[in-house]
């Protein structure tokens, strides 16, 4: 599956993901994801920034809050339109662009910094994307990403739990198959079931890696891992929301920040 494959699903996808995300039903995001991402990255105040796969512009509009001077594409027009919508609403200065992350459409050390909340994992060409990440990137600049944990992300997966309905264990399997654009159907389970009824199902292509193929994809590609963060909700967020219980008993993310340190294969 290519890059224009992959984004014809997430332009079928918007609509259904900006009104139930909006709404407060992406609670995974919420709740465990973007408050661990933000806990790990440092200040980006007055930072040339660059979000990639942006969706419809949350977490870009949080950096914006931050201080970043902020861009943003995605490979979805459907969802560029969302995020141009809220941007007129509420300016931040946000310059948001149809892009794939594989071709970038931005000069060479263009930013101080990017970002990928939940996208890596949805592209094809893995390398390229970093690729491209690591071009546009300012000499000492870093990328911080979140992904779906590789550990726990499998091409079989499932979700043990018992009689009162707590998650006890993940059953993982397959790890070392690398899915190249496996379609999963699904919605988010928070949301009403009479709300999810009316709309139709997002439809994701998967594209799963090991984890020493993201840390070596990331050395290939020029950048030095500085800091790693497996994010796990606190008991309190846990009541707050039952719903991301499970990500208690394993960890559902895997944050990376890696900083550019080579220039044409060599180290300064």
């Known amino acids: 599956m290519n890059h224009e494959e992959v984004g014809k699903y997430w332009d079928g996808n918007a609509e259904t993901w900006t009104k139930l995300a909006r709404a407060g039903y992406d609670v995974y995001r919420d709740y465990v994801?973007?408050?661990?991402?933000?806990?790990?990255?440092?200040?980006?105040?007055?930072?040339?920034?660059?979000?990639?796969?942006?969706?419809?512009?949350?977490?870009?509009?949080?950096?914006?809050?931050?201080?970043?001077?902020?861009?943003?594409?995605?490979?979805?027009?459907?969802?560029?339109?969302?995020?141009?919508?809220?941007?007129?609403?509420?300016?931040?200065?946000?310059?948001?662009?149809?892009?794939?992350?594989?071709?970038?459409?931005?000069?060479?050390?263009?930013?101080?910094?990017?970002?990928?909340?939940?996208?890596?994992?949805?592209?094809?060409?893995?390398?390229?994307?970093?690729?491209?990440?690591?071009?546009?990137?300012?000499?000492?600049?870093?990328?911080?990403?979140?992904?779906?944990?590789?550990?726990?992300?499998?091409?079989?997966?499932?979700?043990?739990?018992?009689?009162?309905?707590?998650?006890?264990?993940?059953?993982?399997?397959?790890?070392?198959?690398?899915?190249?654009?496996d379609v999963a159907v699904w919605s988010f389970s928070a949301a009403p079931a009479e709300l999810r009824q009316g709309l139709p199902k997002l439809k994701t292509p998967r594209f799963t890696r090991t984890i020493s193929q993201w840390f070596n994809m990331l050395i290939d590609a020029g950048f030095a891992i500085e800091r790693v963060g497996e994010p796990r909700p606190d008991d309190a967020a846990v009541k707050e929301c039952p719903f991301v219980q499970d990500a208690q008993v394993v960890a559902y993310f895997l944050h990376v920040r890696a900083r550019k340190s080579k220039i044409g294969g060599e180290w300064d």
Request: glycine letters at 10%; proline letters at 5%.
């Open 33 to 181: 994801n973007t408050p661990g991402f933000f806990r790990m990255l440092p200040d980006v105040t007055g930072l040339d920034g660059l979000d990639i796969g942006c969706g419809e512009g949350h977490n870009t509009r949080l950096l914006a809050k931050r201080g970043a001077r902020m861009a943003a594409v995605d490979i979805s027009g459907n969802f560029i339109r969302e995020a141009k919508v809220e941007e007129e609403r509420v300016p931040q200065g946000i310059d948001s662009r149809v892009a794939g992350a594989a071709a970038l459409r931005f000069p060479d050390s263009s930013f101080d910094f990017a970002a990928a909340f939940m996208s890596f994992m949805d592209m094809p060409e893995t390398d390229k994307v970093l690729g491209e990440a690591h071009r546009v990137l300012r000499q000492g600049g870093f990328l911080q990403f979140s992904i779906t944990h590789p550990s726990f992300d499998t091409p079989h997966r499932r979700n043990l739990r018992n009689e009162k309905g707590i998650t006890y264990a993940i059953e993982v399997g397959d790890y070392f198959r690398n899915l190249e654009g």
